[in-house]
C-alpha cells in the first residue's frame, strides 16, 4: 500500500532585521519542528503523511540514508541527502548511513538512460572502507561546526554506518523470492519512474537492475527489524525504491490489511544550478570532499562563484545559518550585490563545516594570492601551506632564483614560453612581482623582493600564476 504524498514547497521567513543584528548564537532555530525547519531550507521534495510524520518525531526516531558506492569520496552532492540527515542527527534522533556494498555490484538504473557498467567486487570494497571514513569523518567535523554555532547542543548520539552486504551476501535466492519477491507486483515495480525512464530508452533494461529496488526495500526492512528504524532519506529520484521499502514493511509487518502506520519516506531534491547544470561538477569534474581530491582552495572557490540566483537557496541547504539570519544576509547582498556578501558567507560556512578552521584558512590564504590584491598581511608559511599540492606552486634553491633576471625566471619556470616572450610581457607591464608591475627587463630578482625572505608571487597577465618558494 503506497502512502499518500505531500510535495514541499518552500516556506520563506522575512524578518526585517540586519543580519549583523542576530546573535550568533542562533545558528539553530529551535522554535520551529523539523519538518518546518528541513522545508524552509528547501531540502524536502517528498514526503509521506507529514501530518503523521511530525507527531512521529516527537520521540526519538531511527533515520537511514543510503550512499552508492560507485565513488572513493563524497562528493558535493552527497550534501544535501547528509544534510538533512544531520538535522535529523542533531536533534537527538539515532542516525545511519548505509553503504550499498550490495547494491553496488547491480547498479542503480535510478535517473539513467543507459545501463551502468557493473564495477569489479574489489573496487566497491576499497570504495566501501573510504566512504566509511568520509562520512564518518563529516559528521564528526559537521558536529563540532554545530556545536560551535549552539553550544547547548549536547543530545548527539554516533551515527553508524552500515554495509548492506552483511545481510544480503548470505541471502539465499530461492527463500529471497518465497519471503520477498512474493510480496511484489510486477504491474507497480513497471509504473515506477526509474523503470519507466529506462523503458523507454533504445535498450531497456536488464533484470539485475529491475531487482534494484527489490534489494533497496529489502534494506529498509532489515533496518526496521533489527534497528528499529522507521525513517528513509534520501534523494528525490529514490523515491519509488523507498516506498518499495515501506511497501513490504507494510506487509510483512503490517495489521490485516498489510498496513503498518510506523515508517515513512522522506526525499531532497535532485540539485540542478540556475543555468540547468548538475550541481557539484566544476567544469565537468566532481567536486570532492576530500582535500586530496578537490583542495581547500578549489572547494572554497567553487561555492564563492555561486550566481546570485543560487546563493540564497544554498545558504539555506548547505549552512546551519537560521533561515532568518540567511533572508537578511541577502537583502543585504541585494543592496550591494559587488560585495558578493552572501557568497563570501556561503563559502566560508560549508568550507568550515566540511575542511574545519585549517582548510578555511588556507583557502582564503590561497584566494588572496591567486585573486588578491594585496598581499601586506600575507606570510610566506602560509602560503607555501596553503598552496603545498597546487602545480603553480614550485619550490627552489637560492641558485636557481636569487640574482637572475624576473623575465628570465618566467622563462625558466614556464610562466612565460621563452625569454624574449618574458621580456616582452615586461616591457608592456603585463609581468607581477607580488602583485607590483616589473617593466625593467633587467630586474634581477634578490631575497628583500620576496615575502618573509622565502616567497616570490609571479604572475602573466590577468590570471596566470607562479608562486616560487626557497627550500
Request: proline residues 3%; contains cysteine.
Amino acid at each position: 500500500m503506497l502512502e499518500p504524498v505531500c510535495r514541499w514547497s518552500s516556506i520563506a521567513h522575512r524578518m526585517p532585521l540586519r543580519w549583523r543584528d542576530i546573535p550568533r548564537t542562533r545558528y539553530l532555530h529551535s522554535g520551529r519542528d523539523l519538518l518546518s525547519e528541513l522545508s524552509a531550507r528547501q531540502l524536502i521534495a517528498d514526503v509521506t503523511r507529514p501530518d503523521d510524520f511530525a507527531k512521529h518525531l516527537q520521540k526519538t526516531q531511527t533515520i537511514y540514508a543510503g550512499v552508492d558506492p560507485t565513488a572513493k569520496s563524497l562528493h558535493a552532492g552527497h550534501l544535501i541527502p547528509l544534510l538533512c540527515l544531520f538535522h535529523f542527527h542533531i536533534r537527538g534522533h539515532n542516525t545511519l548511513a548505509l553503504i550499498g556494498g550490495a547494491t553496488g555490484l547491480v547498479g542503480d538504473p535510478s535517473g539513467r538512460m543507459m545501463e551502468r557498467s557493473l564495477s569489479e567486487k574489489a573496487q566497491i570494497e576499497s570504495n566501501t572502507v573510504k566512504l566509511t571514513d568520509s562520512i564518518q569523518q563529516f559528521f564528526s567535523r559537521a558536529t563540532e561546526y554545530a556545536l560551535d554555532k549552539a553550544p547547548s547542543l549536547t543530545t548527539f548520539t554516533q551515527l553508524q554506518v552500515v554495509n548492506n552486504l552483511d545481510w544480503l551476501k548470505e541471502l539465499n535466492l530461492l527463500d529471497f523470492l518465497r519471503s520477498t519477491g512474493i510480496h511484489f507486483r510486477v504491474n507497480h515495480m513497471l509504473a515506477r519512474d526509474s523503470v519507466k525512464l529506462r523503458m523507454s530508452a533504445h535498450n531497456g533494461i536488464t533484470f539485475t537492475e529491475f531487482t534494484y529496488q527489490l534489494l533497496q526495500g529489502y534494506d529498509f526492512y532489515e533496518l526496521f527489524r533489527t534497528r528499529g528504524c522507521t525513517i528513509q532519506v534520501g534523494g528525490s529520484d529514490q523515491w519509488g525504491n523507498i516506498l518499495s521499502g515501506i511497501d513490504l514493511i507494510n506487509k510483512v509487518k503490517g495489521d490485516y490489511a498489510g498496513y503498518n502506520e510506523g515508517c515513512f519516506a522522506l526525499t531532497t531534491p535532485l540539485l540542478t544550478t540556475s543555468q540547468g547544470e548538475k550541481f557539484g561538477k566544476s567544469a565537468g569534474n566532481a567536486i570532492w570532499l576530500d582535500e586530496k581530491l578537490t583542495s581547500y582552495l578549489d572547494f572554497y572557490q567553487f561555492f564563492l562563484r555561486t550566481t546570485d540566483a543560487d546563493v540564497e537557496k544554498y545558504l539555506k541547504m548547505f549552512t546551519l545559518l537560521p533561515v532568518e539570519e540567511i533572508d537578511a544576509v541577502v537583502r543585504e547582498h541585494d543592496i550591494h550585490p559587488e560585495r558578493r556578501l552572501a557568497q563570501t558567507l556561503l563559502a566560508k560556512e560549508v568550507t568550515l563545516m566540511v575542511h574545519q578552521k585549517e582548510g578555511l584558512e588556507a583557502a582564503r590564504v590561497a584566494t588572496n594570492v591567486l585573486f588578491g590584491t594585496d598581499y601586506s598581511t600575507l606570510h610566506a608559511k602560509d602560503i607555501v601551506k596553503s598552496l603545498a599540492n597546487d602545480p603553480r606552486l614550485v619550490l627552489c634553491t637560492e641558485d636557481e632564483l636569487l640574482g637572475i633576471t624576473l623575465p628570465n625566471i618566467a622563462a625558466k619556470f614556464g610562466l612565460a614560453s621563452s625569454k624574449s616572450a618574458a621580456r616582452q610581457l615586461a616591457i608592456g607591464n603585463g609581468l607581477y612581482l607580488n602583485n607590483v608591475p616589473q617593466p625593467d627587463v633587467r630586474f634581477k630578482l634578490e631575497r628583500s623582493h620576496l615575502i618573509d625572505g622565502q616567497v616570490a608571487i609571479l604572475r602573466a597577465g590577468k590570471d596566470m600564476h607562479l608562486i616560487l618558494a626557497l627550500r
